[in-house]
């Protein structure tokens, strides 16, 4: 069973920051594209930033420039910084392995709130 363990949500300040992290573990998959996704109440997932194995990155364009993902050294791990949050930054943020349409080989978290309010 691979699992994905993602932790850094919280409560935050308009304009604060956070580091959200995610840890895979498990057996039977490879190392491959890492990304973080976000889904709002009512709202459907959607992508928020992907990097790959070789450190090519990927940004919505409402979070380019304030948000930053990057892999740590054993490429098992990914981060998301986020700097100047905005209200609507607020959903749940999920960490995924392989991509989201890898089917069988695509792997998430169980995600981690943040919520951005005064």
């Known amino acids: 069973q691979v699992q994905l363990v993602e932790s850094g949500g919280g409560l935050v300040q308009p304009g604060g920051s956070l580091r959200l992290s995610c840890a895979a573990s498990?057996?039977?998959?490879?190392?491959?594209?890492m990304g973080w996704y976000r889904q709002a109440p009512g709202k459907q997932r959607e992508l928020v930033a992907t990097?790959?194995?070789?450190?090519?990155?990927n940004y919505a364009v409402a979070v380019k420039g304030r948000f930053t993902i990057s892999r740590g050294n054993a490429q098992n791990t990914v981060y998301l910084q986020m700097n100047s949050l905005k209200p609507e930054d607020t959903a749940v943020y999920y960490c995924?392995?392989?991509?989201?349409?890898?089917?069988?080989?695509?792997?998430w978290g169980q995600g981690t709130q943040v919520t951005v309010s005064s």
């Open positions: 995924n392995l392989g991509g989201p349409y890898a089917g069988r080989n695509s792997y």
């Open positions: 498990g057996s039977g998959f490879s190392i491959n594209t």
């Open positions: 990097i790959t194995t070789g450190g090519s990155t």
